[in-house]
């Protein structure tokens, strides 16, 4: 059984920073493409970023590039997701989400097992 667990999320000033975690179980992780999603209320769910199993390929949405860094430990079934300087406009629920192919897009659609999500509150 495949399971995703976020963490890390919680109510921080602007310009505040937060590491997600995501710790993933009973997949092949590093086979698994790892996806950072987001969705605020009244919004649809909105791609983050994503990183290949290795590590190598990472895609970032344009909102968050440059303040955002993804990343994973293999060894610890793990992603992370490193967010500088927020904005209140980034309020929202974040979800992992894990892809079965090595290397995966923007799209919900390709990742095939989501978490729960964490909180992440932002205020001006």
């Known amino acids: 059984q495949v399971r995703l667990v976020e963490s890390g999320g919680g109510l921080v000033q602007a310009g505040s920073s937060l590491r997600l975690s995501c710790a993933a179980s009973g997949l092949t992780f590093s086979r698994s493409a790892m996806g950072w999603f987001r969705q605020a209320p009244g919004k649809e769910r909105e791609f983050v970023a994503t990183i290949s199993g290795s590590g190598i390929n990472i895609q970032y949405s344009d909102v968050v590039k440059g303040r955002f860094t993804v990343s994973r430990d293999n060894s610890k079934r793990t992603v992370f997701l490193q967010m500088n300087n927020l904005k209140p406009e980034d309020t929202a629920l974040y979800y992992c989400?894990?892809?079965?192919?090595?290397?995966?897009?923007?799209?919900?659609?390709?990742?095939?097992?989501w978490g729960q999500g964490t909180q992440v509150t932002v205020s001006s």
């Open positions: 989400a894990a892809d079965l192919a090595i290397i995966s897009n923007s799209a919900p659609l390709s990742y095939t097992y």
